[in-house]
Nanobody, 130 residues
Framework: QLQLVESGGGLVQPGGSLRLSCAASGFTLERYQIGWFRQAPGLEREGVSCMSSSDGITYYPDSVKGRFTISRDNADNMMYLQMNSLKPEDTAVYYC???????????????????????WGKGTLVTVSS
């Protein structure tokens, strides 16, 4: 079965850290651009961390730059999102995604919040609250 499955969401206090994981099955994640997206209630989905498959170049929007880090483990077919210094406005459902480089030629392009990606996870909720 071709799928992405997120884990690691939960409740964290402001200033805290959380690490999200995304497991790929049925395909080789190493061959794809990867990204993490989030969607808060009433807001559009936004890309928060993306990585190119060919050269490992990353892209982060200003809202998370310096706080979030995307990584991948090709041996385990996994991707991760390390989130530090979390703020209440980071509260959202977080999704992992993978897309062919023909559709998203750069890490920044991967982070465009297009619904059309090759693979989407079902999401994991992150709540930042005291």
């Amino acid at each position: 079965q071709l799928q992405l499955v997120e884990s690691g969401g939960g409740l964290v206090q402001p200033g805290g850290s959380l690490r999200l994981s995304c497991a790929a099955s049925g395909f080789t994640l190493e061959r794809y651009q990867i990204g993490w997206f989030r969607q808060a209630p009433g807001l559009e989905r936004e890309g928060v961390s993306c990585m190119s498959s060919s050269d490992g170049i990353t892209y982060y929007p200003d809202s998370v730059k310096g706080r979030f880090t995307i990584s991948r483990d090709n041996a385990d077919n996994m991707m991760y999102l390390q989130m530090n210094s979390l703020k209440p406005e980071d509260t959202a459902v977080y999704y992992c995604a993978a897309d062919d480089s023909e559709n998203a030629p750069t890490a920044q392009a991967m982070c465009y919040p297009s619904e059309v990606k090759d693979y989407w996870g079902k999401g994991t909720l992150v709540t930042v609250s005291s």
